[in-house]
T-cell receptor
Framework: DAGVTQSPTHLIKTRGQHVTLRCSPI?????VSWYQQVLGQGPQFIFQ???????GRGNFPDRFSARQFPNYSSELNVNALLLGDSALYLC?????????FGPGTRLTVT | AQRVTQPEKLLSVFKGAPVELKCNYS??????LFWYVQYSRQRLQLLLR??SRESIKGFTADLNKGETSFHLKKPFAQEEDSAMYYC?????????????FGKGTLLTVNP
């Protein structure tokens, strides 16, 4: 098993644009969480989805949205990008309250 | 509100010396505590969790509810222990979906 996979690896966008980040969980994991990690900080919780339902949401604006598909993969969408959205976006799939992280997508907003 | 504090941003020790990475938390309930580690150019990975009470790579951590601490310890540090370490907390029951992380401690073990 390759573990949690994320795409793309790196992304450069301009302010005001929209971005979609993708995540594939470990086989058998039905829960996916998204985190934002700004340089010098620990990861900050954005969303968790379980069985295609939103189970929790962190303190992020409505520009951030996500969804989970029947195969348990997930997308994170961010609209109207701001410079402050530049960060590493981590996806984690979980089983029995243990979260397994992907390599992340590095988003740079210019 | 749940909060995790790691007071040391950087920690440098010599090989063979004991190491302790500090973690304090704030949570009104029974939390579950974790230590995650990120080696250079690798993904974030779980090192240990308090409910397992296990030792991984020689590291141990004990949950002290009185002091609300979950310090990570190793008696003899190795160069390969050099990495970024994050303490994290999740709530109990219906709120256990979310991990709250500290800002991390960068451990450097010198030869």
């Amino acid at each position: 098993d390759a573990g949690v996979t994320q795409s793309p690896t790196h992304l450069i966008k301009t302010r005001g644009q929209h971005v979609t980040l993708r995540c594939s969980p470990i086989s058998g994991h039905k829960s996916v969480s998204w985190y934002q990690q700004v340089l010098g900080q620990g990861p900050q919780f954005i969303f968790q989805y379980y069985e295609k339902e939103e189970r929790g949401r962190g303190n992020f604006p409505d520009r951030f949205s996500a969804r989970q598909f029947p195969n348990y993969s997930s997308e994170l969408n961010v609209n109207a990008l701001l410079l402050g959205d530049s960060a590493l976006y981590l996806c984690a799939s979980s089983l029995e309250n243990k979260q397994y992280f992907g390599p992340g997508t590095r988003l740079t907003v210019t | 509100a749940q909060r995790v504090t790691q007071p040391e941003k950087l920690l440098s020790v010599f090989k063979g010396a004991p190491v302790e990475l500090k973690c304090n938390y704030s949570y009104s309930g029974s939390p579950e505590l974790f230590w995650y580690v990120q080696y250079s150019r690798q993904r974030l990975q779980l090192l240990l969790r308090h409910i397992s009470r296990e030792s991984i790579k020689g590291f141990t951590a004990d949950l002290n509810k009185g002091e609300t601490s979950f310090h990570l310890k190793k008696p003899f540090a190795q160069e390969e222990d050099s990495a970024m370490y994050y303490c994290a907390l999740s709530g109990s029951g219906g709120s256990n979906y979310k991990l709250t992380f500290g800002k991390g401690t960068l451990l450097t073990v010198n030869p």
